[in-house]
């Protein structure tokens, strides 16, 4: 079986700081994992992905995440927060040679001025 | 047009009644799926299908059925809602041709109220 634990169910931060949205997966095989974004009333959109190449994956953006298997974790990161970043965020992970996805509960990411 | 619609968009019922929510897809994907959000649960997955005749059940599909008429359409039936059944349901696809990348097109949901 498969798990997501998203670390924080709201991160707020201010326009231009970092952003760190955590994510840790548990997967009794290698696992594909996935950021989706979700803006209100609509649905989610694929942020980045990561298929078992590049451990640092890029997304769209600015958006990136760094898979370690040592730490079962797959954390998203952007540099510089913007207004428009508001949203929730879902990780989510399928073993290899599985077809469902898992999803994690969201993180809300919230941004002042 | 959206590559996953879903219809209605929003829809309020009566606790008893039977309802169906529709989706169809131009994608041209052989994999549909269901899936509940609720705040703070994320999203689980009711059922899935593979092919027409294929249907499999997911995480939460106590209380839930479905149809795939075609391979653009798969139908989700509640036959007799209840309120706890509230929830914003999404429907996506998949195609198994770009494996391993598994990119979900989600549809932009049905938001639903059982009363």
New interface residues.
Partial sequence: AQSVT?LG?HVSVSEGALVLLRCNYSSSVPP?L?WYVQYP??????LL?Y??AATLVKGINGFEAEFKKSETSFHLTKPSAHMSDAAEY?CAV?P?GY????????TMLLVSP | DADVTQTPRNRITKTGKRIMLECSQTKGHDRMYWYRQDPGLGLRLIYYSFDVKDINKGEISDGYSVSRQAQAKFSLSLESAIPNQTALYFCATSDPGQSPDYGYTFGSGTRLTVV
């Fill in positions: 998203q169910s594909y996935f009333n609509q649905g989610l959109q694929l992905k298929t078992s879902f399928t290899r077809s469902t996805l898992t999803f994690g509960k969201g």
